[in-house]
């Protein structure tokens, strides 16, 4: 049964974090290679996954999924070009997040 629970919330997690990245890359025109979006995607929803599993602490889990997991998932997948295109590819990664109806980093 859990493996169905984690196999749910890898393919939505997976889903919603290369969409946001995808939008936002088309969006602002960035270049980025799709399989580099979603190759990071899948590396970046499989930390969640494990994240998931072996943190407790709710709040703890959502502190480092928004501050660290998904500014480190905009990094690497747009690089680093400035703080202002840094803070621009962030911002849209969130909105695309909310035009989809969800948010980023899962349930």
Not at 47 to 65: D, E, G
Not at 86 to 107: D, P
């Amino acid at each position: 049964m859990y493996v169905f629970y984690a196999d749910v919330f890898l393919l939505e997690n997976l889903f919603m974090d290369y969409m946001a990245i995808l939008g936002c890359n088309c969006l602002l025109k960035r270049r980025i290679h799709p399989g580099r979006l979603f190759a990071v995607s899948l590396m970046f929803s499989l930390i969640h996954l494990f994240l998931v599993c072996f943190i407790n602490n709710r709040i703890l889990y959502f502190l480092i999924a928004h501050f660290v997991l998904n500014t480190g998932m905009v990094f690497f997948c747009f690089g680093w070009e400035g703080k202002r295109s840094y803070l621009e590819n962030w911002v849209v990664t969130y909105f695309m997040c909310v035009i989809q109806g969800g948010r980023l980093s899962g349930s």
